[in-house]
């Protein structure tokens, strides 16, 4: 086995402040769920005294259509993505329980407190634990009816082991996703996102943006992590291998100066070399991969070639600790989530080449086709 631990960038803790959500080595399964064992997840469904579900007609009112739009396409997603390494399964209970307050009454708005959320998870979990043993659950899904507008959007809770939410048969709650109304047009996708945070992925667009940023400035269009409507919706390399759906094998590491030349395969596809890492210091460096129009990535239709992006332990989730690296300097952290204009490569109007002059680090395409995309990687003053 190669040693590649130079490309396992780790947080630093000093920058971090306690964020445990990073796109760095190790994935903390204190706080969040492995991903290397068999995951099961329990969906349940609330509805309120002023959003009652045997109001609702047609659809909405069918538990098939909540666990098909999230859980059947969410699980799709992630047995694509992960090539099925990913061994998760999701159960549902096809009852209403009934909410003792209106749903405005629990302030879950964009932006609410950590104590309203906590307090509406451990509401769910009281009313349903009779019916639930938790004790057989890793993640929980908490589903609104259509009806109830006053919870629009869809947090999550990542807190395995240290969450107060206990049920009276001692089985702890510290995984737990509030699905709220985005679910109807995001579908599975959420689904897929708010996972990414209970497996350990941070989000990549940013919380507070800068003056002359947007929230997608860093990530653009890429990885469901970030925009979770985006075009290249699926998993980026580094996340993949974070996961383990990558081996180590499949990442070369570039330290030292020199110039080398090397093939990378789609991070689409399961096969071949996934990642060139060129690494900066122990918490950051940069990561080439080869993208397609293929797979989960096929609204990408024929943009091909190289991703070439930047992941920063020294920042957390929402602060952008992935900054993609785009052809036009002009265009760094001013990224456009719609357009995934984002990809070096030999087509005709494409960049070849991408330069950190500051570090003497350049990364050129040689070659690209279906195959994947040919590279060279320079570092230091080589003649």
Known sequence: MKDVSAAKFTPDPASLHGDNLTGCFPIDTAFVADTGRML??????????????????????????????????????????????????????????????????????????????????????????????????????????????????????????????????????????????????????????????????????????????????????????????????????????????????????????????HTLTPIETEKGNKLAVIPIDEHSGYVVESRRGIALDAALEDRQGVLIYYVNGYRGSGDGCLTVCPPQPERYRRLDKDDNEELFGIKEGQVAAFADKARGITVTVLASGAFGDTIRITRGDVH
Request: glycine share 10%.
């Open 40 to 261: 099961r997840a329990v969906m349940i469904f609330v509805d309120f005294p002023n959003a009652r579900a045997e109001d609702l007609e047609g659809r909405y009112g069918s538990f098939d259509y909540y666990y098909d739009a999230l859980a059947m396409e969410g699980l799709e997603f992630f047995k694509k993505a992960s090539f099925g390494k990913m061994h998760f399964t999701i159960d549902r209970v096809d009852k209403w329980f009934r909410m003792p307050k209106n749903d405005n009454e629990y302030h879950m708005s964009r932006v609410m407190k950590a104590e309203d959320h906590r307090n509406y998870i451990a509401e769910a979990v009281r009313l349903t634990e009779a019916e639930v043993d938790y004790r057989k659950y890793d993640m929980l899904y908490i589903v609104p009816p259509k009806s109830a507008v006053n919870v629009p959007f869809s947090p999550t809770m990542c807190a395995r082991t240290t969450s107060d939410i206990v049920t009276s048969y001692g089985a702890r709650v510290g995984l737990a996703v509030t699905v709220g109304q985005d679910m109807h047009w995001r579908r599975g996708k959420l689904l897929v996102h708010e996972t990414g945070h209970m497996t350990g992925m941070p989000d990549y667009y940013t919380y507070h943006p800068e003056e002359g940023e947007t929230a997608f400035a860093h990530c653009g269009g890429w990885d469901v992590m970030g925009w979770i409507e985006g075009r290249a919706p699926d998993f980026f390399g580094y996340g993949k291998w974070r996961y383990g759906w990558f081996d180590d094998d499949q990442v070369e590491v570039f330290t030292g100066n020199g110039s080398w030349e």
